[in-house]
Each structure stands twice: as structure tokens, then as C-alpha cells.
């Protein structure tokens, strides 16, 4: 079985569009968004996340709604495909397997809900993505938090779905079950190119999962657009944030065996990242916090700092009397820098500054 079957055209889109109320609360969205990678919906609680999830799978039927799936149309004003027949695979922060069956079982029960002929990922390969293959005899009782949810996607991916679901999948697991499978939602992305639409409110997965990000705020969409501009833009609340961060995507040109030290080239330059070897042309994602951001006039070579990168400055906000956040262009590349008020005047910080950022830690996120 080819999994490139499940792949998306060139052209493929999300559509969405809702209006619906509930006592106190009215969501009102239109999305269009990549039919392809993984969009991450953001949003502080109640600001209608799970209730748009739930009315993209049709579990809820809304009067008002339209939503079309890479061509396949799932609703409008007079269709209403039922929510078995969408070809949707949704995963929920806890995983909710039938404790009565063991691992194999829980599989099987989504992979025979699909006729063979549309089936088009294979048993053997959603047990392999996952690494659930010592686990197949095994009761959900004896299984860890994250093994749970790792057997929940394997069988939301054995619907062959064609838009997978995942509402806060991670939330329920400690920091370092998450971390465990942070890299099998990677590799799920990476071979099969099922689209996702990921809730989330930890950076961390955002930032190594996310192509695209979605705001919701109080029932409606405040910002959508690619993750790296959307995350760096200061009208957002995302980059006030204290641990607010750009995510910088580049590729491994060197490693310093001696230091320990990775070069990664980005469009706009490139950064020394300490890291295991990595072979030349792995592509590599980096997380840099605006607050591991200092800002200089002039290169000071003579500092302990590894990375100082040329910038121009794009914009300046105040966060609050004491500090202030600086949009930065390292090339076509964004950063933020978050620094004191009373430097950004010392410097002269203004659109259109030359200076050098000088960046205290990046993490690798992948
Ligand atoms: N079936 C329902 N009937 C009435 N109100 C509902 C229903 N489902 C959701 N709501 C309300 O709609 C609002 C949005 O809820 P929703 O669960 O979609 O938010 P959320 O962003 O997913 O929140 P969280 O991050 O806490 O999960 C809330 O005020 C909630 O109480």
C-alpha cells in the first residue's frame, strides 16, 4: 500500500465557515486554510476551539455551516454529510480505547470500519509509525498515559483519514511523555501528509509540529496565517508572551566535533546550535525566545555569545512600563527581541535601526 495516495494536491485548501450560538457564547469563523501540514488552533479556554473541531467533524449539526476538505464538500446549505461518512480522524486529549480489547483489537476496530478497497494505510505500517508493535497484545489498563495515545492515533489513522483531528492530544501527559512522542506526531506528519488540525496551547509542539496557526478569540478567528509571521507579530497576544519565541526553520551545513557544535543556515544567515551530529542537509527547526534576545549596535566580537546576526529593526512596542518588544528582520527571517524601554531609547530603537542581535540560546526542536 502507497501512502502517497493520501496525498493532497498542490492546490489543496481547508474551507471552513460557521455561525452558531450557544448561551453566551457565539462562534462565527470562516478558515481557509492549508490542505496540507499541520495547522495549530490556539486559543485561550472557551474561545471555541473544541466546539470548531466538533462542527468540522459534523458531530455537531450547526444550520449555518460550510466546510470543504481538500474538494471532498462535507456541507453546505443543503448537504450534511454525517460524521462517519467525513473521513475524519479525531483524536481527544484522553484517548478513550475500549478497555475491554487489547492493543491489536483497538486498531482493528477502527481499520474495519473502512471497506478494504478504500483503506490506504496498511495495519502493519500505523503500528510501525507508532511503535506500537510490543504492545499489540496488551490491555489499555497496563498501558502508560502516553502509549495510550499513541495507540488512540494509530487508530484514528487507520480510518484513513483524509483530516486528522487533535484536540490537546498531549495534554493530559507529564513533560516527558510528551516529550516521547512528540517525535511520532513528527514522523506521522513527515510520511503520510495526512493534514492535521492540531489544538494546543504548549509552544513547544507548536513550534515543532505547526506550519500554519490559527488564533481564536472569544468565538472568532483573531489572526491565521504561516506559523514563522504569525508567531512575530507584535498586534498579537502570542508575542507578549513572556516565553514568546519565533520559530526559525534552516538546514545543518556543519558540526563542530570538537564543540559539539552544530552550523544550521537559515534564509538570512546562519547560527552555531550545540547538538548532536546531524548529517549535512537535515532540515532543522529552532525556537529563540525574545527574551534570549540582546540588542548592540556595533558586533562585539569580544563577547561569550556565539550568535550575533545583522538585523534591521521593523517595529517597536511597549509591553508595559518596564520592557519593550522588537520586531527584528535577520534578512527575510523574523525575531523578536525583548528588551528594557529604557535601552530601546538608549539605542535609538526605531523602524528602520541597523543593529546586531545577539542571541543567548536557541533550542532544537527537531
Ligand atoms: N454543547 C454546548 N452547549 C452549550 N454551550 C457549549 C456547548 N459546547 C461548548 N459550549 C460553550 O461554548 C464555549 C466554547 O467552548 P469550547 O469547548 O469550544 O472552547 P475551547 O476553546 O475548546 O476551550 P478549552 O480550551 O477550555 O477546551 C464555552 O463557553 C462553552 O461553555
Redesign the pocket.
Known sequence: MDAAHLRPGADARIEACFRFA????T?EVELDLPGRGVTALF??????????L?ALAGL?RHREGYVRVNGALWQDDVRFVPPHRRAIGYVFQESNLFAHLDVAGNLRFGWRRIPPSERRIAFEEAVELLGLAPLLTRLPARLSGGERQRVAIARALLTSPRLLLL??PLASLDRERKAEILPYLAQVKRTLDIPMLY?S?APEEVGRLADHLVL?EG?RVRASGPLQETLARLDLPLACDEDAAVVIEGAVVDHDATYALLTVEFEGGTLLVPHRQEPPGTKIRLQVRARDVSLALTEHADSSLLNRLPAVVQEVRALDAAHALVRLQVGPTPLLARITRRSAEALGVRPGTRLWAQIKAVAVLS
Open positions: 450557544y448561551p453566551g457564547f462562534l486559543g485561550p479556554s472557551g474561545s471555541g476551539k473544541t466546539s470548531l466538533r455537531d484536540d490537546e489544538v496551547h481564536l468565538g
